[in-house]
């Protein structure tokens, strides 16, 4: 309901296992187009592979490789959604060993990937298109942060306003120290008591065609 794929769309789905975010993208495209569906490692091809083929999907192309190789690739994409491996700190509470394995060297070297692979799905965005940046964390370096950084790197990236009927917080805007740019209040945050789920982060940007629009 963020990204909202459509029939004859060339989609890029970077992490995709088990595959959730990727069959109803698959849905929303009637099985027309192109959809990526990428993931990292063997064990994780095997849920996103038998999920795919439980739905029937015939507009998938499923590719083993890291995010950050896209880059490297001529292929640009209309659509971009980067559901980024993360500390799952949002998901707490039906996990609570999340917990146990919690340290800030985690959150900084999940940070440092998680800026690889925007820059990496952004790369390839065509002028005009969108991507969604997502994460199951609460984390501030790990989701506002990041945003602020692919702003920073990239006059051409804008964040959009992302309407959704449920309720939300306000972004973090200072952080140790840290002061993000004031675009970051387009991005939705939940916190898990705010309607009773995980923890959930979304970024929804555009690839300006020309420097203003």
Known sequence: NVLLPKSGDIVLDMCASPGSKTTQMAAMMENKGLLIANDISGMRMKPLGLNLQRSGIANIVVTLMRGQQFKKRKIVFDKVLVDAPCS??????RSPDTLRIWNPGMIKRLSRTQKSLIESGF???KKGGIMVYSTCSSEPEENEEVIDHLLRKFPEASLEKIDLEIKKSKPIINFEKKTYSSEIKNCLRIWPQDNNTEGFFVAKLKKKLT???
């Open 211 to 213: 420097n203003g629009t």
């Open 88 to 93: 799952g700190t949002g998901t707490i509470r």
């Open 123 to 125: 790369s390839v965005l």
